[in-house]
């Protein structure tokens, strides 16, 4: 075997050893305590708000974590976890809604109206027509806000 053929095989080997090896942030989570999850306390329906009846587990210092208000984007059976994409906040915008833009840049402010053209949460990315040939990237501020995104 050649030099060069040698070092080749010590690096992919380097590699591979790199590879298995659990990272500092996988061996932080493993030595976490097992908190149980938020759990369906019954059946709850797709589009259902989810209320305090509907949850069950987790601990008291997550309480204030608990997806309140939260809609279940499918059907849930009791005991399952309440995570995404099963539950999603709550949208505050709804697709055809007329919303207020903003677009904000270091001594420059410029408002004008919008039309969501897709259903979102708070702090969710969503695409807003701004005139008939312009459709822009948009962050959801609060109900009836965004903020404009730079290309």
Known sequence: MSARTANHAA???ALLVA???PSAAARAQASLPDVPAFRAARVIARG???TAQD???GSTLEAGRAPLGWVARRLI?????LRTPAVAPRPVIRRGDTVQADFVSPGIRITQTAVAL???AIGDTLMVRIDRRRNIPAVVRDSG???LLRR
């Not at 059976?77 to 976890?81: I, L, R, T």
């Open 11 to 13: 690096v992919g080997l």
């Open 118 to 120: 897709a259903d979102a």
């Open 19 to 21: 590879a298995a090896a």
């Open 48 to 50: 259902s708000i989810l």
């Open 55 to 57: 949850i069950e587990g």
């Open 145 to 147: 806000t965004v903020t």
């Open 77 to 81: 059976h009791p005991g399952e976890s």
